[in-house]
């Protein structure tokens, strides 16, 4: 299973930046999609999730700022980020929960990550 994320880059606070991830290899089903964020220093975090049948999950930090979306037709998450602060600045990672063939067994996959970078 591989994993590409694209639509990061440098943007100003107040800004929107809209994340993509698209699974691709050998998938039967996949439950949860999710975005996390590490900056420098800092652990991953969490910053949303979604379960296959749509239910989202947000960090408290990015309620109300950050939409998280998926197509399960293509096999992508979105993560859309309006009102950008500079404390979102980080390298975001996709996570997605696969089973490739159709046991329900789930493994867990990375993306390469994407830099998000909001100056003040």
């Known amino acids: 299973v591989q994993l590409v994320e694209s639509g990061g880059g440098l943007v100003q606070a107040g800004a929107s930046l809209r994340l993509s991830c698209a699974a691709s290899g050998s998938i039967f089903s996949i439950n949860v999609m999710g975005w996390y964020r590490q900056a420098p220093g800092n652990q991953r975090e969490l910053v949303a999730r979604?379960?296959?049948?749509?239910?989202?999950t947000y960090a408290d930090s990015v309620k109300g700022r950050f939409t998280i979306s998926r197509d399960n037709a293509k096999n992508t998450v979105y993560l859309q980020m309006n009102s950008l602060k500079p404390a979102d600045t980080a390298v975001y990672y996709c996570n997605v929960e696969v089973d490739s063939s159709g046991n329900f067994r789930f493994s867990t996959y990375w993306g390469q990550g994407t830099q998000v970078t909001v100056s003040s």
């Open positions: 979604i379960t296959r049948g749509g239910t989202t």
